[in-house]
């Protein structure tokens, strides 16, 4: 197939820091994650996870039949495929890249629809391997410290929901620190999915200091022997100076409790987020030490394909990705499923 | 990250030695390039190639203009074509129709519809004195209603009360009536946030439209959405037929190309920009701003509008009229310093400056950062007025009391000392210059701060001009003279419009 390594070639080796390419997971699916209550149709993580992305697979491998059916792979095919990338927001130098390792020993040749999805794949999940890992939870530390950053909007409290019923129903026991004391309401909507799972929420008045908020919480979980603590933030634009810094300072306060505290910063990533992505990578990631990133929305027809360049780029984990807004609508994020949904196998 | 779009064709046009007619293999060149920089900015890959096929068409055999180069021509072009496509059209929102005016919000999830139509609501009752009740029908994320409840107090906007178990449907219902018994004139529904695949979720909002019959539909949308603004756009028009669409988030430094798609599949109007979080930044949409930095091009308008917005007009006029005389005291250098502050900070006013990668970059590998401001006007402060007039006062017990007084050291009270014997030469050696604004302009943009501030000491003119050079269109009355690429005729986002010849200021530009 296509030659290895040939990502970290075009993007300058930059990405993924102790590369160990190691076999993809084959999937553990969820027999170690009780499923929480779900009365209803229990659909499979794959099909769901398919259903989240069969959107963008189905334009994808349309676009791919329609590309490569009985085609020659020219330099007009090629860039039809290059756009079919482009429009899964890969973004042009990844799509780029990507059509260049196809092009590769393939040139001028008949090329059969099959043949393409799977090189496209293989490319995919050549960027997408080395960063699909499972959120770890240090089970030596009482408590385990998540803090969840992100632009407004992107899913963080939804998220710290959905997180609160899997980890619960492992048997952990989870406090919630209702760090976002800035928008309206936001205390209230964490309070409601703490009450989900029956976790308890830590919360100050709407407009508090968060930092002092995130303080008080750490040292109650502490007391209370919580295994996680859960902290949601308000969400910021990364571009706002002020508000970086003020994530900066929870977590100094933070590590005024517990120095080794946060154990993760999960940045959440609105899958409808175009090229933008990459920014809210780089910048959540040099100011709050992102440690993770979760995927939201890929329920809809936006594609995710963004997230091929930011792990191309910065290597950082994924861990989960968003199907929806029901509290089971968490998944694990897995890069063979995604490379091959996205290719439409 | 992101190339400017004149540098880079600037790269392939500018080679063209010869004049005249714009070739059509010149032009399909171009083309490669700007359809590039609109995928980097998000535009949808479907409405990047009917513009290109737009610009195509009006650029080929276009007479190139003597003062310019042929990149810069097609520039120009480009811009246009995109302030056209954006839309001239831009109108506000219509409350022509029977009271109450229903107005109703859709979108995605997250997209900032609650907050927008608390906007909303503010701007309609300070603006029009018009009396509006908010109601929310989002019964499906937690706390919703309770959010729009709050922003409803927070700015003083009635809104409907909340009755739990009810279905969206019948809140909307609910609301219209509160609405005609309450005598208001406006009511406006905020609708749960909905993936346009949801097939009940959008069935009941087709059910909430037929209820209300809204005289607007707007389309709430992030401005930092890729690729699936088609998608969301087209399907949210074909089941309820919107009548606008808001951006949000255009405070973020996303390109924001996704307004160019939604605008292009639903031939509708981008009506208000949300700006920041707070109740009152929306604003109305400008197709020259948002094309401006679709190219990547910069906020220039933006930028002055405000500089113009917060800079004291009086104290300005104070300032530039010193300044003309060639002086320069340690009290203007404190005053520049709050200026900038207020401006929102370093960060903020890169993010407005066109070519801002390169020169972000350099300054964060400077070490400057907002408290920079801060300690500086501390030590300022820390000194005598005695001092402050004449700082050659300032020998070593005094630095020492200054740099004590203001918690800094005594080498960054030199450094202040030696930035501000810099600037006052320039101000000086500037004395000649021709606008008032050019003057103020560059030392706020250029010669003050960007350059003045490095803890090491401004950097020398050359590299001051090196680093407006890297500057398509250079700063805002960057340095005098020489700015590349400056006062291309008719290109708004690459020089000042109509800056409103800073002392005096009351108009804002247009
Ligand atoms: N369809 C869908 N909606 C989501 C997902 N995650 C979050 N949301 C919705 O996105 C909106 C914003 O989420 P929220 O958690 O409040 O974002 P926050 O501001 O980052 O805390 C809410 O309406 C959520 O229900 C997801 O994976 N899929
Ligand atoms: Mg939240």
Known sequence: MAEKGFFRRVFGGASTPEAEQTEVVETPVPAAVPAVEAPVEKVTWFQKLKRGLSRSSNAISESIVSVFTKRKLDAAALEEFEEVLIKADLGPATAMAITDALRTGRYDREISEEEVKEVLAAEIRKVMDPVAKPLAIDAARKPHVILVVGVNGTGKTTTIGKLTAQLTAEGRKIVLAAGDTFRAAAIEQLKIWGSRSGAEVIAREPGADAAGLAFDALKQAQETGADILLIDTAGRLQNRDELMAELEKILRVIRKVDPSAPHTVLLTLDATTGQNALSQVEIFGKRAGVTGLVMTKLDGTARGGILVAISAKYGLPVHYIGVGEGIDDLEPFAADDFARALAGL | ?510
């Open chain 2, 1 to 510: 990250m992101f190339e400017n779009l004149s540098e880079r064709l600037g790269g392939i046009l500018d080679r063209l030695t010869k004049r005249g007619a714009l070739s059509e293999a010149d032009v399909n060149e171009a083309m490669r390039e700007v359809r590039r920089a609109l995928i980097e900015a998000d535009v949808a890959l479907d409405v990047v190639r009917s513009f290109t096929d737009k610009v195509r068409s009006r650029a080929v055999g276009e007479q190139v203009i003597r003062s310019v180069t042929p990149g810069q021509m097609v520039v120009k072009i480009v811009h246009d074509q995109l302030v056209e496509m954006l839309g001239s059209d831009a109108r506000g929102i219509d409350l022509n129709a029977t009271r109450p005016v229903p107005l109703m919000l859709v979108g995605l999830q997250g997209s900032g519809k609650t907050t927008t139509a608390a906007k909303i609501a503010r701007r309609l009752t300070d603006r029009q004195k018009l009396k509006v009740l908010l109601a929310s029908l989002d019964t499906r994320r937690p706390a919703a209603q309770e959010q729009l409840r709050v922003l409803g107090e927070q700015a003083g906007i009635e809104t409907l009360p909340i009755i739990p178990g009810q279905l969206p449907v019948e809140i909307a219902g609910r609301a219209m009536n509160a609405g005609r018994l309450g005598g208001y004139d406006v009511v406006i529904l905020d609708t749960a946030g909905r993936t346009h695949i949801d097939e009940p979720l959008m069935v009941e909002m087709a059910d909430i439209k037929r209820t209300t019959n809204p005289h607007e539909i707007l389309l709430v949308a992030d401005s930092l959405t890729g690729q699936d603004a088609v998608n969301l756009a087209k399907s949210f028009n074909d089941r309820v037929g919107i009548t606008g669409i808001v951006l949000t988030r255009v405070d973020g430094d996303g390109r924001g190309g996704a307004a160019l798609s939604m605008r292009a599949v639903t031939e509708r109007p981008i009506k208000l920009i949300g700006t920041g979080e707070k109740l009152d930044a929306l604003e109305d949409f400008d197709p020259e701003r948002i094309a401006g930095r679709i190219l990547g091009m910069g906020d220039i308008v933006g930028l002055v509008e405000k500089a113009a917005a917060n800079i004291d007009a009086e104290q300005a006029q104070k300032a530039a009229e010193r300044m003309r005389k060639g002086v320069f005291t340690l009290d203007d250098l404190a005053e520049q310093l709050g200026q900038m502050q207020k401006l929102g900070g370093m960060s903020s006013l890169m993010g407005m400056i066109p070519g801002i990668g390169k020169a972000k970059k350099q300054i964060d590998a400077m070490g400057i950062d907002d408290s920079v401001f801060k300690r500086q006007v501390a030590i300022i402060s820390s000194m005598t007025r005695a001092e402050r007039r004449n700082p050659d006062l300032l020998k070593a017990s005094r630095k020492k009391r200054v740099a004590a007084g203001s918690g800094t050291k005594v080498e960054e009270v030199n450094k202040l000392l030696k930035m501000h014997r810099q600037m006052a030469d320039m101000m000086k050696a500037m004395g000649k210059g021709k606008g008032m604004f050019g003057k103020l302009g560059s030392m706020m943009g250029m010669g003050g701060m960007g350059g003045g501030l490095p803890p090491g000491g401004m950097p020398d003119p050359a590299a001051l001009e090196k680093l407006a050079r890297g500057m398509p269109g250079g700063l805002p009355g960057g340095l005098p003279g020489g700015l590349p690429g400056g006062g291309l005729p008719g290109l708004g986002g690459m020089k000042i419009p109509g800056l409103p010849g800073l002392p005096g200021l009351p108009g804002k530009k247009k």
